[in-house]
């Protein structure tokens, strides 16, 4: 009998092992969450309230993350710099995720701005902009097409492409 209750605590401590494991694991992964938006970025989306004007805000996020895919070289301004801080770093497939996420957050907020006010003027002129946006963009993803050599790399091109493409059929029902 004695053998058996000491089985049932191994097993018992054992799956509490487990858990813990599973449980550091998890905390360890959501803390090595990659922000799409650097700090600076996340600061404008915040302080810019009109749906217009935040819109801006994540063309010019998404602007940067293919300035530093297509010439990584590039310098900043100072005075550029100064305002949205210094240009994203990342590996390629970071920065096209990076992209990917923020359509992904501007397509949100435009539907949320049109769920709070469907006859708010600012909105049509957002979706221009962005669809506009997009559309440059998406050839300057295509031009990427190249310099990507491995299955991650080209994988993360393609989401982000995609991502691209519905941002250009609209967010509005």
Avoid at 58 to 81: G, S
Avoid at 135 to 147: G, T
Wanted: aromatic share 4%; hydrophobic share 40%.
């Amino acid at each position: 009998m004695p053998m058996k209750i000491l089985a049932h605590l191994c097993t018992a401590r054992h799956a509490f092992t487990i858990a813990c494991l599973l449980l550091f694991a998890c905390s360890v992964a959501q803390a090595q969450k990659r922000d799409h938006l650097t700090e600076q970025e996340a600061d404008w989306v915040r302080e810019m309230q009109l749906i217009d004007k935040r819109i801006e805000v994540f063309i010019k996020a998404a602007d940067r993350r293919l300035l530093v895919l297509t010439k990584p070289d590039t310098v900043q301004e100072k005075k550029e710099e100064e305002k949205w801080g210094p240009l994203p770093k990342g590996t390629k497939v970071e920065l096209l995720q990076d992209y990917k996420h923020i359509l992904e957050e501007a397509m949100e907020k435009l539907d949320d701005a049109y769920e709070r006010d469907k006859k708010n003027n600012l909105l049509p002129k957002a979706l221009k902009k962005f669809k506009e946006a997009v559309e440059r963009q998406i050839a300057e993803l295509r031009s990427l097409s190249p310099q990507l050599k491995n299955k991650k790399e080209q994988d993360a091109l393609a989401e982000a492409m995609e991502e691209a493409e519905t941002a250009t059929k609209g967010t509005i029902q």
